[in-house]
């Protein structure tokens, strides 16, 4: 008996150790729009941690998560209905890059259109965010 009660003793703390070495995605972290565009859309956190860490790669997301981009993207003022709000992306990025180098990749990206306006809206995200890199 004592030995069953110590095995359970043990295996309770490696069960709590190992979940604090791997803790849950850092909802905090993220910003208000992403929250609400994660409800809206039913996309869970995992999702969108596994992809902002490259765990996800942009080819394999579901048409589900383009679609969470595309809220996230609307909600901050960057697009609408598939459409760059340019100046709103200038105005956002100008700290990251000049104003010129922020026009030209406006002008290189938003040519990336898809078969819906999801689609639109994830090819356009991506094309900017690794131009801005």
Same mark, same amino acid.
């Given at each position: 008996m004592k030995f069953l009660l110590l095995a359970c003793v043990v295996v309770s703390c490696f069960i709590l150790s190992w979940s604090q070495l791997v803790p849950s995605p850092p909802e905090a972290a993220l910003s208000d729009a992403s929250k609400n565009c994660m409800v809206k859309e039913n996309v869970d956190s995992e999702a969108v941690f596994g992809f902002k860490s490259g765990k996800i790669r942009p080819e394999d997301v579901s048409a589900v998560f383009k679609c969470f981009v595309r809220c996230v993207v609307e909600a901050k003022? /960057?697009?609408k209905d598939g459409e760059l709000l340019e100046e709103n992306v200038? !105005? @956002? @990025? &100008?700290n990251i890059t000049s104003v010129e180098q922020v026009r030209k %990749? +406006?002008?290189?990206? !938003?040519v990336h259109k898809g078969s819906n306006v999801c689609e639109t809206s994830f090819? +356009? /995200?991506?094309? %900017? *965010? *690794? &131009?801005l890199k």
């Open positions: 003022g /960057y697009m200038v !105005k @956002a @990025a &100008e %990749i +406006i002008s290189n990206c !938003k090819n +356009i /995200y991506m094309c %900017i *965010s *690794s &131009e």
